[in-house]
């Protein structure tokens, strides 16, 4: 195919995708009770809310944070990024009239500008794959990169700003796997707890509860492909009763891991 063609072929395509998101955004007061969009920089590969919410006294709306990561070109340093979002109040009305198709925006509540703000940037070697917090300490943040290793973050500890010298200082570096990848998921039952799986076919168990020695953590266990079969990606057993989840744990100092994760 000629490279003309290619450049055309990506112009149409383009340009049906921005048709596409004009349609859905018009009709976005039928569809939803509130619709905010924000524009950033750079792509982000994850988001999660944090548990931290907020109610300013004499306001129609809550404060609440949420997890981002940076996705950017090869020369562009990537970030680590807390937001925080202004969401209306459960018995506060959305007026459709208020929707400003600028703006991006629907719903007005008492706040009808600066909904989504980045409040701290942590710098972070190469993109965010994906990034989740500890349940029991949500300071306490992990993240997958493009590298092998998996970073933890207390961003209690980090500045809102980023580092001057644009240096990647996590608080932990955990070592185990031979490349990157998406899975991560910490324990809901067992503090310090955390499973990552990666594109070397393999599971990583750490447990980062106890006092660090050193700012570099072997993982606990490795587990392959072939044993673990139903965690190559986002690890659900973290997510499942405490009995169920037990009877995992209790397996992770036998071979039998399978038949307890399968069955």
Known sequence: MAKDDVEMRGEVEERI????????KKNTPFLYDLVITHALEWPSLTVEWL????????????????ILGTHTSDNEANYLMIAQAQLPLNDTESEARQYDDDRSEFGGFGCA??????????????????ARYMPQN???????TVSAEVYLFDYSKHPS?????GACNPDM?????????????????????LLSGSDDAQVCLWD????????????????????????????????????????????????????????
């Not at 995708?17 to 859905?24: A, G, L, S, V």
């Open 208 to 263: 980062v509860s106890g006092t660090p020695k050193s700012t570099v953590l072997d993982a606990h266990r490795i587990f392959k492909a072939h044993e673990m079969p139903e965690l190559n990606g986002e690890e659900a057993d973290h997510d499942k009763s405490e009995t169920e989840d037990g009877e995992a744990r209790q397996d992770t100092e036998t071979d039998d891991v399978q038949k307890q994760i399968t069955e």
């Open 51 to 66: 548990p931290e919410r907020d109610e300013p006294s004499g306001k129609d709306y809550s404060v609440q944070k949420m």
């Open 138 to 144: 949500p300071f306490l943040i992990a993240t997958k």
């Open 161 to 165: 700003k980023p580092a001057l010298d």
């Open 17 to 24: 995708i921005n048709e596409d998101y004009k349609i859905w």
């Open 173 to 193: 570096r955990l070592k185990g796997h031979s490349s990157e990848g998406y899975g991560l998921s910490w324990s809901k039952f067992k503090d310090g707890h």
């Open 113 to 130: 500008s600066g909904k989504v703000q980045v409040i701290q940037q942590i710098v972070h070697q190469g993109e965010v794959n994906r």
